[in-house]
């Protein structure tokens, strides 16, 4: 149904000048500066220039895909039957491209789009671990930051954030993404989006941004990736969409659709989630690009019997750009023609393309972002690099510090051990685009960096590709230390797009050397190393210390020494549960309460395991500092609220111990009876408080109605009366709670 607004009239104008009316979702309410200009283009266009701008090649210089082999890219540029070009770098090479763009006939400028997921050259923590550091403010800065450099390379668009909520540590895309939560995950994106695209397009440092993947790819069965999603249509609603939504009303200018069928029909056919809900109910007026290939792989699905009929499929569901798969360039001219597809259709799209375009200025100069000099100016610059090295001590997690082994206060002798701890090519994670290995911090590089006058003694300790132990070579470094750093986990690339694992330990052998190194009487700090939440059980009693450090991008040796020395208090928490069994998965904290409740041990009749308790290693939230700190109990400013009213909780928090340190002040609820079950818990907040030793503030938490809803069985936003638990805490599972009542 299109909705009233002038634009909207205009377009109908244009449209019932030329064919009846289809009901394509198209909604554009938001008057666009541009929209005249848009219009003004689009009536010169032929149909096939038309489709040629829903077109999207990679270069050949990357594939981040099954990719072909196709030489005539350049003259299909110069016939205008391309409108983007993805993995395309570098100012020069993206001016050669644009170039050939403006041979065509009415010289519509390329957009370029480039997986920034987590910095261009100067590479950032993984997103996984920026979720951890529970600093939107930092999230924004990231993106902000990497967004400057994007652009100064000729690019104008990043397919990022990646807003898909996952509760699979199988799953290898769990790395891209802010966790388990739904409503940090909301916030997160809109954080990121934020980031990206600044205040305005026009702006030579922003780029557009895409919610991808649109939507619930982080539900695929088995984690195991591209896998089929099957869930009911208010999960889909309460726990998936959410992240979504909050991306669209932060102004992202993208969507990039999921590989993943929804209710039995893949994402990028799924009118119910693009056309009615995207388009429709959230009136997003921004265009929505295919996945690598999946208008073409609606095939392999059995939705449709040929590419043709995928793009019938693509573009009558809304899909606007077409990525790599050909279907739109090979067939929408001939569905056109034939009637099957009403060129509506085809308008819409366009005009949504045309509008970012003329949004970033590139009809005015299609040039601008290709300037050699200011790549050569911005591209890994120290400013950049001081936002990595933040970045990353900030995402680290203190997991365990028995007897305050951590800070290590300039130690003579220190023992680094753990081949991870010397790969450089590891220190940057998965879909680090454009980082250059060569120029990561290695763990080893920033103790040495740290620690000038400390004797530094490595050791691989384990052969970084088959695991093998050499003991040997650990113990005789270890030998000449009473402090062992050691370095254990999973190699970059086992996480990130197509690597989801059956098995999340760490490595057996790197567990033994652990245990090996502490039956020696040291003291052994332990550093886990992943893109994911992983399970090191065994290993655990024999560390003294454990911090999680991810994956943390081009500083990351720079970051974790800061936090080893304490010259950074570690503040970050678990976006993610870490699971203490494989067969947990998927673990979350927030999970409903069911007939016959969990308890920790094995109680028979209760929802557990006989083998195992079903509490995880680690819950969400949780994560250690250098100092103490206590936690009030939550006061509501009443004990009743009206409905609207907002509900007000106070509470007090105090430095119990002998450093300055950052705390995370968590804000869970529950709804303790609704039409629909509600989780044990839900966050709706969180607060960062930073505390000099004895210093104490108030932390004032404010929860608008909205935050007391959910979905109903009618799938309608509902706040029920009734009474909810307010509970708070440094963790999800370290809460002090009171109870209100809301009518
Ligand atoms: C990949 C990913 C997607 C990425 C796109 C372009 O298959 O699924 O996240 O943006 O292709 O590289």
Redesign the pocket.
């Known amino acids: 149904m299109i909705k009233s607004g002038i634009f909207s009239m205009l377009l109908m104008g244009v449209i019932a000048g030329s064919c009846t009316q289809p009901s394509v979702g198209v909604n554009y309410e938001v008057i666009s500066p541009y929209a005249e200009k848009v219009d003004s283009v689009l009536k010169l266009m032929t149909l096939e220039e038309k489709i040629g701008q829903m077109n999207q090649y990679t270069s050949d210089l990357q594939a981040?895909?099954p990719s072909r082999k196709d030489s005539t890219k350049l003259e299909q540029i110069r016939k205008g039957r391309v409108g983007s070009m993805?993995?395309v770098k570098g100012a020069s090479n993206t001016r050669r491209f644009q170039e050939a763009a403006m041979e065509s006939r009415l010289r519509i400028p390329l957009l370029f789009g480039l997986?920034v997921i987590h910095g261009m050259r100067t590479v950032y923590p993984i997103p996984l671990a920026e979720a951890a550091s529970f600093n939107l403010k930092l999230m924004e800065r990231t993106a902000a930051a990497a967004a400057k450099e994007t652009a100064s390379e000729g690019i104008h668009w990043t397919?990022a954030p990646?807003v898909d909520v996952t509760r699979d540590a199988r799953w290898g895309r769990v790395m891209e993404g802010a966790g388990e939560d739904t409503w940090y995950g909301s916030r997160v994106a809109e954080a990121r989006v934020r980031g990206f695209q600044g205040k305005s397009l026009a702006d030579t440092a922003t780029v557009l941004a895409c919610a991808?993947?649109f939507a619930a790819y982080g539900a695929c069965i088995g984690g195991r990736d591209y896998n089929t999603v099957d869930i009911s249509r208010l999960t889909l609603h309460e726990v998936y969409l959410p992240p979504f939504r909050a991306a669209a009303e932060a102004g992202v200018a993208t969507f990039?659709n999921a590989?993943n069928e929804v209710e039995g029909v893949p994402s990028t056919g799924n009118t119910h989630l693009v056309r009615e809900v995207l388009k429709g109910d959230w009136s997003f007026n921004g265009f929505v690009v295919s996945?690598?290939n999946s208008v073409g792989e609606m095939v392999n699905h059995g939705l449709v019997p040929d590419l043709k009929g995928a793009a019938y499929k693509g573009v009558t569901a809304g899909c606007d750009m077409d990525?790599e798969s050909r279907a739109y360039t090979s067939h929408l001219e001939e569905l056109v023609k034939e009637g099957t597809v009403d060129e509506a259709y085809i308008d819409d799209a366009v005009r949504r393309i045309l509008l970012k375009k003329f949004e970033l200025g590139l009809f005015d100069d299609p040039f601008r972002y290709c300037n050699e000099q200011r790549q050569q100016k911005t591209v890994l610059s120290l400013e950049l690099r001081q936002v990595a090295r933040e970045a990353g001590a900030e995402s680290i997690v203190l997991l365990k510090n028995d007897n305050g082994v951590l800070p290590l206060k300039e130690p003579e002798h220190i023992a680094v051990v753990g081949a991870l701890t010397d790969s450089k090519e590891d220190m940057m994670g998965s879909w680090a685009i454009e980082g250059v290995r060569e120029e990561a911090i290695t763990v080893l590089q920033g103790i040495k960096n740290r620690y000038p006058n400390s004797v530094i003694a490595y050791a691989d300790g384990y052969d970084l590709e088959t695991n093998q132990l050499d003991l040997a070579g650990a113990k005789r470094v270890a030998a000449m230390s009473d402090i062992v750093i050691v370095g254990v986990g999973e190699r970059a690339y086992q996480s990130g797009?197509a690597r989801s694992m059956a098995h999340i330990d760490v490595p057996d052998s790197q567990q033994q050397l652990v245990k090996h190194l502490k039956e020696m009487g040291k003291k052994v700090i332990v550093l886990v190393m992943g893109g994911r939440p992983l399970i090191f059980n065994e290993l655990e009693p024999y560390a003294d210390a454990i911090l999680m450090t991810w994956w943390l991008g081009t500083e990351a040796g720079n970051s974790i020494a800061d936090v080893l020395s304490g010259d950074y208090n570690p503040s970050g928490k678990l976006p993610m549960t870490f699971p203490a069994a494989i067969g947990q998965v998927p673990i979350y904290y927030n999970y409903k309460n069911t007939g016959r409740p969990s308890q920790p041990g094995f109680m028979t009749y209760t929802c557990g395991y006989l083998d195992q308790d079903f509490r995880p290693a680690y819950p969400f939230g949780y994560g250690l500092s250098y100092t103490q700190f206590e936690i009030s109990d939550p006061i509501p400013s009443q004990k009743e609220y009206k409905k609207g009213e907002t509900v007000e909780c106070r509470v007090a928090v105090k430095n119990t111990g002998k450093c300055a340190g950052k705390e995370t002040v968590q804000l869970y609820i529950r709804d303790l009876v609704s039409s629909v079950t509600r989780p044990v818990k839900e966050l709706r907040g969180f607060e960062q408080v930073t505390l000099k030793p004895g210093e104490e503030k108030e932390v004032v938490f404010q929860l608008h109605e909205k935050e007391l809803g959910f979905y109903n069985g009618n799938l309608e936003y509902v706040v029920e009366p009734g009474e909810f638990e307010l509970m708070v805490g440094n963790s999800s599972d370290h809460l002090k709670k009171t109870v209100i009542l809301y009518n």
Request: overall charge negative.
């Open positions: 981040t895909g993805l993995n997986d397919f990646m991808k993947h990039m590989f996945d690598w990525m797009e």
